[in-house]
């Protein structure tokens, strides 16, 4: 069995997020080195900018200690865990050159960090601001064994669906990539400054709109092979689905069936509400709906198993969100 794939039977936790603590020592001990890359002690964290940019929030503990994530995962009985990179540290802002070596770098750190625990899957990172390099980087990622790539909704104002993001979708088409797709930035606006708002609803709003764009030109119907997997259960996306379809009816000849995109989406379990769970399993069908924490974060959902457990599932799709789907997504190469 490849190291990145997971076994029938087994409790798969697709979505966690992780910081290369080696990474970090480097960059502040000054034996890596980015123009447009800072680091700074903020808040009693480090954090780091990029293109002069404000700074990241502090990096937790939960994201670099490799022993508290074990702990974590032997209590919540996870028999592996794919973690992708954090979003505030992507570099989407940096120049493309930059970029493509950040995610490089980045990439690496990821991939060793995750040897600290047997059970983890790493994702890797692309220059998402270069279209471009980041399909030469997902095909060599994808060669080189990983099964896919997180992403962000979008890169500055370059949205997803841009006709610049075809190189990239055919890549993912043809080597049949995970992309995990989640919310980056998501203060939209002043409304969302008040009341943690930015991660109770604006990265949702920024997730579902993203979607729409993908549904509307078509991007997971017309890309078939690329195994696209949102975070926080699809966002409104599942819930407002009807409103979509019946917008594409009025506009046929500017959007495309949304529903033939939907049907190629997969999403994952974090949603805390095991009655809109059971309504996600409903609308996205067998086997799309895969365990889901967003480790290590508050907003996350660090008791993972006990809202698929307490749904009113059959025993079938229970095994399949638990970790059967995982293994079948998981165990494909290109």
């Known amino acids: ?36 890359v800072e680091t700074a002690t903020r808040e009693g964290g480090q954090a780091l900018s990029f293109n002069g940019g404000h700074p990241t929030r502090p990096v937790t503990p939960g994201l670099t200690d490799p022993a508290r994530r074990t702990a974590w995962l032997d209590a ?19 120049p493309a050159d930059e970029g493509a070596d950040w995610a490089e770098a980045l990439t690496l750190g990821i991939v060793e960090h995750a ?57 993912a088409d043809e080597t049949r990539a995970v992309v995990f797709l989640h919310p980056g930035f998501g203060a939209a606006s002043p409304r969302y400054h008040d009341f943690g708002l930015v991660n109770g609803l604006a ?17 997971p119907d017309r890309f078939p092979g690329a195994r696209i997997l949102v975070a926080h259960g699809g966002a409104a996306l599942p819930y407002v689905l009807g ?7 009025t506009n046929p000849d500017t959007t495309a069936d949304p529903l033939a995109s939907f049907a190629r989406l997969y999403f994952d379990s974090v949603l805390f509400d095991p009655a809109a769970l059971e309504f996600l399993v409903a ?24 809202v698929v457990e307490s749904a009113q599932l059959d025993p079938a799709e229970r095994g399949r969100i638990l970790g059967g789907s995982a293994a079948a997504l998981l165990g494909e190469q290109p």
């Open 76 to 94: 919540q009985r996870i028999d592996r865990q794919v973690v992708g990179g954090w979003l505030d540290i992507f570099g989407y802002q940096l």
């Open 1 to 36: 069995m490849n190291k990145h794939t997971t076994a029938p039977g087994e409790a798969v936790d697709i979505h966690a997020h992780v910081v290369p603590a080696g990474l970090l020592a480097d960059l502040t001990a000054g034996r890596l080195r980015f123009p447009h």
């Open 203 to 219: 990265r949702l709003e920024d997730t579902t709109v993203a979607l729409a764009r993908l549904l509307y030109t078509g991007i």
């Open 115 to 171: 040897k600290a625990d047997s059970r983890l899957i790493p994702l890797g990172t692309v220059a998402l601001q270069d279209p471009e390099r980041a399909a030469q980087a997902l095909k060599a990622q994808r060669a080189a064994g990983l099964p896919g790539i997180m992403i962000a909704t979008r890169a500055g104002e370059l949205e997803l669906d841009d006709p610049a993001f075809t190189p990239f979708w055919e890549v």
């Open 283 to 306: 609308k996205a069908g067998p086997g799309r709906v895969l365990l889901g924490s967003d480790y290590p974060f508050p907003i996350g959902d660090l008791s993972p198993r006990t």
């Open 243 to 249: 409103r979509l379809v019946r917008n594409h009816l």
